[in-house]
């Protein structure tokens, strides 16, 4: 018997998510995105996009989304908008023809810009700690006026530096997505974190940090409020977590000395990082501690940074088995972020 509808003729969905039956994972298509510019470039180097062509340097605000939110009127230095090209729509006028066998939803949620700095070339480990804190803060704004929309699950907020890390456009930015639906990878660590509550009367990763610090060879920094370690089962060479030592599950629950706490040890571990090669590539992660409907049992995941610099990559093994072969121990991370070691 097949289970099997087609979609109408002619019809167009510009987002729509499906999940995969055997895996439980969310796949999120959005073929307006082939219009990225850049998107199918290899490589990048400085001289590819210049001021005159960049839609985010100042004096080109017209080839962006109109802004949402920008510091000052004049010479601002923060600015957001709406992505021209959003993975999700903010409304979605058209019927989804499903598939029984299948489950499907269309993909309506938030997708906005913010752009870190107006000048081209200035990376983030070269910001004023004030200027820093001041791009967390708008992050923290942004983040909590999408996480009360109706319909999102779930904000992700995210950085992509660097061409092998999936950068369209070299100028520095961040991005907020807000989802529809809950990650596989989020509700993974969700059920983990509220297992281990139920076992242990206690939170993983405040259980983690203690332990690290008491091994102290995977303890990259650690400042008044943040500890840095490179994981025990890193995926990423060189990857390291930034986790607050006081339990908060969120994002948005970081106070003022948090966020200023936080702009001195992101700036420290991205000096490092950009330190391992030029134009080194990465991601930046914020991982939340769950959706609102954990966060009010107590049993909430605690909040982290995760940093992947993105050396090497993935192959067959990695895609088939989810087993990653890294080949830099977390320990020998550590060292070079704590500046005992020469990178291998």
Known sequence: MKHH???????????EMRKN????????????????PYEFEKKMTKKQTENNTCPFCKGNEYKTTEAIFQDREENWSIRVFPNR????????NEIIEKESFYETMPAVGVHEVIVDTPNHNETIEQFTLEHLENVLTVLQQRFLHIKQKQNIKQ???????????????QHSHWQLIGLPAVSKRQLTYQNTSKQYQKEHNSCIICDMI?????????????????????????RFSYEIWLIPKKHICSFGNLDKQHLKDLAVILKNMLKRITELRDDISYNICFIEGGTEEI?????????????????????GLEFATETYINSILPETAAKWYRGESKKK
Not at 295 to 315: K, M, T, V
């Open 155 to 169: 904000v992700q907020v995210f950085k992509n530096a660097g061409a092998d890390a999936g950068m369209s456009i």
């Open 85 to 92: 090209f959003p993975a999700v729509e903010s409304h979605c």
């Open 295 to 315: 966060e009010s049992d107590g049993n909430s995941l605690h909040w982290s940074i995760q940093i992947l610099p993105r050396i090497g990559g993935f192959a």
């Open 5 to 15: 509808e087609n979609r109408n003729k002619g019809s167009v969905i510009m987002s």
């Open 21 to 36: 039956k055997l895996t439980q994972e969310w796949i999120l298509y959005a073929e307006n995105r082939q219009k990225r």
């Open 210 to 234: 203690a332990w690290e610090k008491n091994k102290k060879s995977r303890v990259c920094c650690e400042t008044e409020y943040f500890i840095a370690i490179a994981p025990y089962a890193s």
